[in-house]
């Protein structure tokens, strides 16, 4: 079975400073997509970034990008000039590829960071 | 645009009663999950359903149920309520989960 491990409970980080969150995961496919979900006070669960296994170039949003290392199983998302509105729990998600397009997310613990002014 | 809507965004049940929680996904979305999250966990997956046939199944309880109908709405049917059972209910849909997952805002269950 496949498994999200987040190393890092809890981060912390000064507003505009940039802050990096771990994530590694364990599958033996080939094809998966990877994903930072973001879940602020509201509880409300946000995509924040995704990642096609096949793809080597590291996905980017905005402010927010990964280090994809396929070998080492490797997805951390790097936040650049943090701001007070980052300050939330943010989820790891690994999904295997597959043809019927409905296979689960598979989340890991949680990293919650935390912005100080 | 349109988001998964959930009903109801809470809901207060007493020990062995009956809860219904309703999802509906993104127009043209035909895959829809069941999530459950405690207090301080991540999201456990409970069920999905993939063209309104259930597509794969985690760790639910047997005594909850959910369908899919046939306007795509879904519906996670809880009976015999427990404490434990208090938590953050999702539900997401996706296009074939290409482009990750669309959450709904969660229906809080609290079970006293």
């Known amino acids: 079975a496949q498994t999200v491990t987040q190393s890092q409970p809890e981060m912390s980080v000064q507003e505009a400073e940039t802050v990096t969150l771990s994530c590694t995961y364990d599958?033996?496919?080939?094809?998966?997509?990877l994903f930072w979900y973001k879940q602020p006070p509201s509880r409300q669960m946000i995509l924040v970034i995704r990642?096609?296994?096949?793809?080597?170039q590291n996905a980017t949003e905005n402010r927010f990008s990964v280090n994809f290392q396929k070998a080492a199983k490797s997805f951390s998302l790097k936040i650049s000039d943090s701001q007070l509105g980052d300050a939330a729990m943010y989820f790891c998600?690994?999904?295997?590829?597959?043809?019927?397009?409905?296979?689960?997310?598979?989340f890991g613990k949680g990293t919650k960071l935390t912005v100080n002014p | 645009a349109a988001g998964v809507i959930q009903s109801p965004r809470h809901l207060i049940k007493e020990k062995r009663e009956t809860a219904t929680l309703k999802c509906y996904p993104i127009?043209?979305?035909?895959?829809v999950y069941w999530y459950q999250q405690g207090p301080g966990q991540d999201p456990q997956f409970l069920i999905s359903?993939?063209?309104?046939?259930?597509?794969d199944k985690g760790s639910i309880p047997d005594r909850f149920s959910a369908q899919q109908f046939s306007d795509y709405h879904s519906e996670l049917n809880m009976s015999s309520l427990e404490l434990g059972d208090s938590a953050l209910y999702f539900c997401?849909?996706?296009?074939?989960?290409?482009?990750?997952?669309?959450f709904g805002s969660g229906t809080r269950l609290t079970v006293v």
């Open positions: 359903f993939y063209e309104k046939m259930q597509s």
């Open positions: 599958t033996s496919e080939s094809d998966y997509y």
């Open positions: 998600a690994y999904r295997r590829a597959s043809q019927g397009g409905s296979e689960k997310l598979v």
């Open positions: 990642q096609e296994a096949y793809k080597q």
């Open positions: 997401a849909s996706s296009f074939r989960g290409f482009y990750g997952y669309t």
């Open positions: 127009p043209r979305h035909d895959t």
